[in-house]
């Protein structure tokens, strides 16, 4: 199905109907003489959320920071929705951030420059913005953090805030670059659980990265793989099973379902549904799509590839 | 041979910067290695109070200048650098400037002592230094010379060092002890601001010629020596402020370490493979 | 009443070296007060150093070439600044190094310029004018350049306010917001560069870091938010420089050579006393 043996990615298309958040369509990047991306597709709905997932070094941040414009792309397109202040804006909370804990800035003085960050001159107070900022630090469970320093708040209080930060521009997509990576156990569930809500109250498209699954389970509607700059998308039991996996990988990919959890274990030995030789001599796994799934033929029997099934 | 140059009264600064010269070096090497820009800095800074009291009291500089480094060691081991450039740190600093300054301008000749005191006053060795200063330097060459190893591993790698039983914060100690040795001796001759570029300046530039520790140590002592006696020489003929010399010099011995390491280390074409011995593939 | 008298000498108020001393010391505090908060909390105190050790060159030139010390301040640090720009960032040690040496060939050139004034000119104490300030030296025409330079730095500084902030707090969130980086850090430099110069000539320059930094490390030990921040910092730099005007004047009567102590180091010693009790007592600011 491919052209020049390049493999593209898979991608369902998203449910019709909805609005689009993001689309990205064939992305490929390249740094320094890398491939990183390899003809990436897949959409976010508004008011869904999506996962991204992949190992360390799958290119997720390189994903997520294309998408933002910080990366140049090296061929094929991202549209992104105008946010509700007429202007392209994207709610972005990066990996890693780590905040002095001597920084003279409040809680909600963070959140009020993710709003009005970019504009010159000294801020005026209004009321307005305060209320704003209130109502947005309620919709984070922060409120009783308003007027406490930033930097002496504890890692999931400092992603909650970073959150409401992030949607202070009121933006229709939401970014966020392995958010759940330092939380403990239960700041991970309740900030994956905060983003469901956040997804579906505000109308937001929500695009979070981890390399780890099973947090996101319950709040998550669809997924993007990625592994070794492809991707697959769908809905998570599309996309998360062995033969699907196994194709994207190019390596053997177990998926075990125990008490509603899922480990995605990937094994040594190459897969059948992959290659022998080299592995970009490949012939290209059909993409599963959403309407197959039902009624249609499964996917590993759409799978391409010599003396298959 | 200039008259004067090597008179009787320029004796004790010809043997004094000397001495002085090639422990900076060795001292350096170390301050360089250690990344102790910060130290290096501070220790003078706080030298050149002591020798603004001196001078109030009329006590003899160089003790000023010795004790008060003394001083800036103690308090440096003490609390340490928590964080290279700590605002606190720097607020003492300039409140110990602030003091010299203080000291000076209650001595009768402020501007002049200013001047000599900052910028280096090679005219102003008396020969009743050269005994202590002599000793200072021998001493200290010793105790680089006797624990060159487990400064190196301390400086490269605390952990490993703490590993083979280096106390690292011991070298700690005696780094700065050294550093302040040094201190004491330069000051009066190349003043308090230019001592960091006598300590930094020569051994930054050994490093980028070559990577084997003990030849940086002797370049760098070899470039200090140079740069003091032809500083010396020119502040003699022209009266010029020998601080000048002496940071002029060092930036040019850096500069000109960078261009060396930069061709070095160019892109040179790769030589072809050869094949060795019989069929081997 | 006594007391009042003590310390607010007679004729005080009416030395006219003493007024143009407060307003260039209010100035100058009001100045370094937004941009030292900035350069504190983003860690470039020692880029603050080095500016202002850097500007000792420009000094002594000024007093060589017979110009204006205010005008070779500003000069050199805005050469600084432009380097450093232009420069750019490197690995953290080899920075120091480079910075280091470059600083110590600028002293030295300093040490050069400063004795051909002396020779060239007989002018004695150029050293201690450039090096450890002359406040009351500093006549009133200049006043005006002052307050041009001290408004133009104050102007750059709120124009890009909310972007520097936010690159400050973190360059990811920065840059997300899409902020022209470029721009910005050169506004802040530029601003950093007129405070160190203002700064310099107030109190010398290789003392300067401390009205820069000294009141602004206090003020984040006192407040919370940025603005209240600026504000604290301005307050206490104002106090200092005022204050250390006001026992400079006093000192005039103080053994042991009834010439005056010098201002700088009343000013010094005030911004670090002034750090120091912040430290102690504003420990409850930290957590809401």
Known sequence: MTTSGEPASSQAPAPSGEALALEVEDLWVRLGGHEILRGVSFSVAAGSLTGLIGENGAGKTTLLRAVLGLLPISSGEVRVARGHLGRRSIGYVPQKVVLDPDLPVRARDLVELGADGRRLGIPMRSNAKRVFVDQLLQAVDASHLADARVGALSGGEQQRVLIAHALASLPRLLLLDEPLASLDPRSTQETADLLGRIASERKVGVLLSTHDINPLLPVMDRVVYLAAGRAVSGRTEEVVRSDVLSALYRHHVDVFHAHGRVLVSVGEEQSEQGCELDPDDCTDPEKPSGENVAGGPSPAAAVAGPGQQ | ?281 | MSVLHAIFQPGLFSNSSVQDAAVLGAVVALVCAPVGVFTVVRGQSFAGHAFADVTATGGSAAFLLGVSPLLGFVVMALAGASATELLGAERQRGRDLVTGVVLGAGLGLSALLLYLTTTTQSTTGAAVTVLFGSIFAVSTSTLPLVIGFGASALFLVGLVYRPLLLSSINPDLASAQGLGRRVVGLAYMVALALSVALSALTIGAILSTALLIGPAAAALRLAKSPGRAIAWAALIGVAATWAGIVLAYDSYNWPPAQQGWPVSFFVVSLVLAAYLLAQLTGRRARRA
Do not use: K
């Open chain 2, 1 to 281: 041979m200039p008259s004067g140059l090597f008179s009787g009264f320029m004796v004790s600064t010809w043997l004094q910067g000397s001495i002085m010269a090639v422990v900076a070096g060795a001292v350096g090497f170390f301050v360089v290695l250690r990344g102790s820009s910060f130290e290096a800095h501070a220790i003078p800074q706080g030298a050149f109070t002591g020798a603004a009291g001196a001078a109030l009291i009329g006590a003899n500089t160089l003790l000023g200048v010795g004790t008060f480094s003394l001083l800036g060691v103690v308090a440096i081991a003490r609390w340490g650098r928590r964080g290279q450039h700590d605002v606190v740190t720097a607020l003492w600093l300039v409140t110990l400037l602030g003091i010299g300054s203080l000291f000076l301008s209650l001595s009768t000749e402020y501007a002049d002592q200013t001047f000599s005191l900052l910028f280096g006053e090679p005219l102003a060795v008396s020969s009743s230094d050269l005994l202590p200063t002599a000793l200072l330097g021998a001493g200290c060459i010793t105790v680089v010379i006797v624990l060159f190893r487990p400064l190196m591993l301390s400086s490269i790698a605390p952990e490993l060092a703490s590993a083979r039983g280096i106390r690292p914060a011991r070298v700690e100690v005696l780094f700065l002890l050294a550093v302040g040795v040094v201190t004491t001796m330069a000051l009066p001759v190349v003043g308090a601001l230019l001592v960091f570029s006598l300590m930094i300046g020569p051994p930054a530039t050994a490093r980028f010629v070559t990577d084997r520790p003990v030849r940086a140590m002797a370049i760098s002592g070899v470039l200090g020596l140079v740069t003091v006696w032809v500083s010396i020489t020119a502040s003699f003929w022209s009266n010029w402020p020998i601080g000048f010399f002496v940071g002029t010099f060092a930036f040019v011995w850096y500069v000109m370490g960078r261009c060396v390491a930069r061709w070095r280390t160019r892109p040179r074409p790769v030589a072809p493979l050869e094949l060795a011995g019989a069929g081997s593939r």
